[in-house]
């Protein structure tokens, strides 16, 4: 995949950075994936660079040597998550949990952008379980809508608002995959301006009359009260839908 893209020039140098510095033997792996690897435009482009980083040892001189690096590079615009290789796999086991992602999140590494290293994700993959993997993107799904609803209720600008929008569109897509709707092989290619398209085409009736996929979801830069209640209704109808609360 070819993401020589001009807004990647801060990841670029970071990597050229990172290849000549001595921490380069304590990574496993750096892992590039998400809507800056798709190259997806938003309204204020506020997507960041989401790195996943599996070093070999725990060190805290590396750690700081890491922060120094990604602070010359607008710190701020890296999602980094770090981990050690033991508390991915341990005894013969994918103990694997970053933040609220499980086991379906290797799926996603195994199809990222290496920058660094190699990709140990696409021999974990073959280990899961299906039904962990199901399991886990169930309680993403669930944990993001808890999320929106918490977040309905503060006033809403256009920080919030872009909250509500990503975990929506996360949980339209989850609830795809979850189906088997989309193949977690093409996930990236999915871009989001399709995934209001494809829930919409396999969920009519949860969709019904529901305003907010009359607009460009992923254009919207604050949400209308109309566009809020409507995001909360369809929360509500996808209760029905298969796997989801069963």
Request: aromatic share 10%; with cysteine.
């Amino acid at each position: 995949m070819n993401i020589k893209q001009n807004n990647l020039i801060p990841l670029h140098k970071c990597v050229e950075e990172l290849k000549k510095s001595p921490i380069i033997h304590n990574i496993v792996t750096m892992i590039f994936y998400g809507s800056r690897l798709k190259n997806e435009s938003t309204v204020d482009n506020f997507s960041d660079y989401d790195i996943h980083l599996v070093l070999k040892e725990e060190n805290i001189e590396i750690l700081t040597a890491l922060k120094k690096i990604f602070r010359r590079f607008k710190q701020d615009l890296f999602d980094i998550s770090i981990h050690y290789y033991d508390e991915i796999f341990n005894k013969d086991k994918i103990i694997f949990q970053n933040g609220t992602q499980g086991q379906y999140f290797i799926k996603i590494l195994s199809n990222g952008h290496v920058l660094l290293g190699e990709n140990i994700y696409k021999k974990l993959e073959k280990l899961l379980d299906e039904r962990e993997v199901t399991r886990s993107l169930i309680f993403k799904i669930r944990e993001y809508t808890w999320k929106i609803r918490r977040l309905s209720l503060q006033p809403i600008n256009k920080r919030r608002s872009r909250e509500i929008i990503k975990c929506f569109l996360k949980i339209l897509l989850d609830i795809l995959l979850v189906n088997s709707f989309i193949d977690w092989k093409d996930l990236q290619n999915v871009h989001k301006k399709n995934v209001t398209k494809w829930f919409i085409k396999f969920y009519p009736e949860q969709c019904k009359n529901c305003k907010i996929f009359m607009r460009n979801i992923t254009q919207i830069s604050k949400l209308r009260q109309k566009d809020l209640l409507s995001i909360i209704q369809i929360l509500s109808r996808i209760k029905s839908i298969n796997k989801i609360y069963e």
